[in-house]
């Protein structure tokens, strides 16, 4: 009588490795598909940090362009505080007034 039990077994062992072969194929599929997500996502991120760059030198270059016109202005406003200051010595000196005193006379007293 002949022996199947060996036989058995290898086709036990092989239905096993077959078993095995497509749960690592299916592995190996999620783990590429994943390994494809994670780069798409990297070069996202990466398109998303070049604009932030962008957007961040931009504003760089707004603040300095504001800055600058600040100091501009402080000028300009320094310089028309000083104007207005000389037009009103030079229209309303400290000496004139609106309403003329009459001089008294030395031996008259207040009333």
Do not use: G, Y
């Amino acid at each position: 009588m002949l022996n199947w039990r060996p036989v058995r077994e290898i086709e036990e062992r092989t239905r096993q490795i077959e078993l095995r072969t497509r749960q690592s194929e299916l592995r190996t599929k999620r783990i590429e598909e994943r390994t494809k997500q994670i780069e798409n996502e990297t070069e996202q991120i990466e398109k998303e940090t070049e604009q932030i760059r962008k957007e961040t030198e931009q504003i760089r270059k707004e603040t300095e362009q504001l800055r600058q016109e600040n100091a501009r202005l402080r000028l300009l406003n320094a310089k028309t505080r000083h104007l207005i200051s000389c037009v009103d010595q030079l229209c309303f000196p400290p000496e004139s007034s609106s309403i003329h005193q009459i001089p008294t006379a030395p031996d008259c007293k207040p009333s």
